[in-house]
């Protein structure tokens, strides 16, 4: 049967939509990748590691100084990039609109920040990145299931065949060496387990939160304003209390973090990866929806493993491999759903949801 112009026109609209969003996600994992790089080597620099990993509360309260440093980095990066995009009107249009709009990204900058990125930093340095990375790899499944039951974003059976594979891939290269970081003498490495499970929660509940508020902004503007409010959850109420009410030497941290010319330029380039990532990320989500773009994310564990490669000079181990194959075919999985499937992001009638 002939398809009218306009059926072709659609069908070529729809294409171009489902390109862009994978290649947006895809970004999003090689940025992603390549942050646990700086990521883990600020915990190698003053102030950092003159702290005593069995002093739990000063370790968590300097935790707290690196995420509050680090989203004050990603917004000045963010702010270059929508100055240069001519959206900074935009920005201060949305994030005054409290009530309606932005209340969805302080939603979503609590879960992202205080809990995933925070949770992350714990993990890295309580137990070490390897750990940190397999724990967020399921953050797509969290992220997917909170759509799904909130506000019915569908999942068809190829693109969970496809999340499926992405994540057993993670495992596979992951998991042998998650084996490796065990430390018996570290009592407090379930902080770190702690800290994992916080991040996948929260990057998964973090885009599931911030679709809500994509459905009628930029998502340029939308990740700008949910990094204003992290700053403002750290700098006004979070670090303020634990000044104010504990002994521990806040604003001490700061000074040496920000004195620190080591830790500052890792925590520069690991804000660079941040922000742009962040950047990929809330845009594949208004294009193929949360669960696929976390989903596709995903395949910052494949990147991780090359750019730690790189860095050490070491080459990757068998494993690697096989799960290089599984996170491929995954993307290839879910890449090749039709365009208008993922065009009906919350039609719950068709046949093909789960």
């Known amino acids: 049967m002939t398809k009218s112009p306009l059926e072709i026109a659609t069908h070529k609209h729809y294409l171009r939509n489902q390109r862009w969003g994978f290649s947006w996600a895809l970004w999003t994992a090689v940025l992603w990748g390549a942050w646990y790089i700086p990521g883990t ?150 902080l770190g387990y702690v800290g994992g499970i916080m991040s996948a929660i929260g990057w998964g509940a973090e885009g599931a939160v911030a679709a809500r508020a994509m459905d009628v902004t930029d998502p340029d503007v939308g990740i700008q ?39 500052m330029l890792w925590m520069v380039l690991a804000s660079i990866c941040h922000a742009y990532c962040y950047t990929a990320f809330y845009k594949s989500f208004t294009l193929i929806g949360v669960g696929r773009g976390e989903a596709i994310g995903n395949l910052y564990g494949v990147f991780a493993v090359i750019f730690v490669a790189a860095v050490t000079l070491e080459l990757p181990e068998w494993y690697f491999v096989v799960g290089l194959a599984f996170t491929v075919l995954g993307s290839f999985v879910m890449f090749r759903e039709s365009a208008e499937s993922i065009s009906q992001l919350r039609d719950v009638t068709a046949e093909d949801t789960i």
């Open 225 to 263: 304003c949910r990094f204003s409010f992290e700053i403002l959850f750290w700098g006004i109420l979070i670090l303020p209390l634990l000044s104010i009410f504990t002994d521990i030497p806040i604003a001490s941290l700061i000074v040496d973090t920000l004195s620190s010319g080591k830790a």
């Open 41 to 190: 080597a600020v915990w190698f620099e003053h102030p950092y590691v003159d702290i005593d990993i069995n002093d739990s509360a000063l370790r968590l309260s300097a935790t707290a100084v690196m995420t509050w440093v680090h989203a004050i980095l990603v917004f000045l990066f963010l702010l270059i990039w929508n100055g240069m995009l001519g959206k900074l009107g935009d920005y201060g249009r949305t994030i005054v609109r409290f009530r309606h709009i932005s209340k969805w990204y302080a939603l979503a900058s609590l879960c992202g920040g205080p809990m995933a990125i925070f949770g992350s930093y714990m993990a890295m340095g309580y137990v070490g990145p390897v750990f940190a990375a397999i724990t967020s790899l399921f953050y797509p499944v969290v992220g997917a299931v909170i759509a799904r039951l909130w506000y019915n974003e569908k999942i068809s059976a190829q693109a969970a065949l496809g999340m499926g594979i992405i994540i057993m891939g993670g495992i596979v290269i992951y998991g042998p060496g998650l084996l490796g970081t065990d430390d018996s003498t570290n009592d407090l490495a379930w």
